[in-house]
């Protein structure tokens, strides 16, 4: 796994990845566009091509781009659909343009209806903003399963993937936390095995193509999204160690979002943690064979 962190987009994208590597990070997560507002802003070309470099040469190897949450493409809304479509559109190109690893999706709310009804919803607006980029990989992400968010199953996420018509650019980002508040139990690396051994299964191996390694505030199956700082939560050390070293996770993006020890945006500490807790895991794993 390429250790990384979320990190901010104030001042360019050259200015994000100095503050990743500064952080120690082999990999970077970046918004699309400001997180809280519609009109997408658009990075100097100048700026696209000295990220591209720095990847090409710097220690930190791979940038994912996180779709913003405004975004429901399971809205019924055709206004919101409009405006989800646009933005993610612009977040595939953005990627397409600086060699992202993908854009990550929260699928949406079916808000009241069932799922299964709302999937189709979901694709439809997957695949026009496919349609409407090159390259860069679309990663729907699994949810913690509040409410009626989608993609809490393995099996969901498969559907989407189908509905897609099961295109090679559709893929997953699994989130740890997320994992565990939906009842999947991680917390050691047997359990991750076969919970991984299931996704694969389900979703198709090589599908899984980016990570979010966030500890819980909440036990399992409890469907809340609270992140906590690698080890400091009910994944615990024995649980992010075992994600963090997992084998079929071998060269993917592992990106800490946050909130850090320090209460705000991961730091150099938090990265730190997370590169100890992958060492701690691969040795567990060599001292079993």
Request: charge should be positive; charged fraction near 30%.
């Given at each position: 796994?390429l ?11 050259p ?8 952080r120690?990070c082999?990999a ?7 997180p ?5 802003g658009k990075?100097k070309?100048?700026?696209e091509?000295?990220l ?11 940038v ?5 949450y ?16 646009a933005?993610?559109?612009?977040a595939l190109?953005l990627?397409d343009?600086?060699g ?9 709310s079916a ?7 709302a999937?189709p ?17 679309l ?6 399963g509040?409410?009626d968010?989608?993609?809490?199953t ?5 559907e ?14 699994l989130?740890?936390?997320?994992l ?10 047997d359990?991750?095995s ?7 299964q389900?979703?198709?191996?090589g ?16 469907n ?13 050390p ?16 592992g ?7 320090a209460?705000k ?15 701690s895991g691969r040795?567990?794993r060599?001292?079993?064979?």
């Amino acid at each position: 796994m390429l250790v990384g962190a979320h990190v901010s987009t104030s001042g360019g994208l050259p200015e994000a990845y100095r503050r990743a590597a500064e952080r120690g990070c082999e990999a970077m997560q970046i918004w699309g566009q400001s997180p809280r507002q519609w009109a997408p802003g658009k990075p100097k070309p100048a700026d696209e091509a000295d990220l591209r470099e720095l990847l090409a040469s710097g220690p930190v190897k791979s940038v994912a781009i996180h779709a913003i949450y405004l975004i429901n493409c399971a809205s019924t809304d055709g206004d919101l659909r409009r405006k989800s479509l646009a933005s993610l559109t612009h977040a595939l190109r953005l990627g397409d343009r600086i060699g992202a690893a993908g854009v990550i999706l929260h699928p949406g709310s079916a808000k009241g209806e069932p799922n299964q009804e709302a999937l189709p919803r979901v694709a439809e607006v997957m695949r026009e903003a496919l349609q409407e980029s090159d390259r860069c990989d679309l990663l729907v992400e699994n949810t913690a399963g509040a409410g009626d968010t989608i993609g809490r199953t393995f099996e969901e996420l498969s559907e989407l993937i189908r509905l897609c018509r099961g295109r090679q650019r559709v893929g997953v980002c699994l989130d740890s936390c997320h994992l565990l508040a939906s009842g999947f139990d991680i917390r050691s690396a047997d359990k991750l095995s076969e919970v991984i051994d299931g996704c694969e299964q389900t979703v198709g191996g090589g599908r899984v193509r980016v990570l979010h390694v966030n500890d819980s505030r909440m036990p399992l199956g409890s469907n809340r999204d609270r992140h906590a700082p690698p080890g400091d939560g009910e994944l615990g050390p024995r649980g992010c160690a075992a994600f963090a070293s997992e084998p079929r996770f071998e060269g993917l993006p592992g990106i800490f979002e946050g909130p850090g020890k320090a209460g705000k945006a991961a730091e150099k500490e938090d990265v730190d943690r997370l590169k100890e807790l992958r060492r701690s895991g691969r040795q567990a794993r060599r001292r079993r064979r």
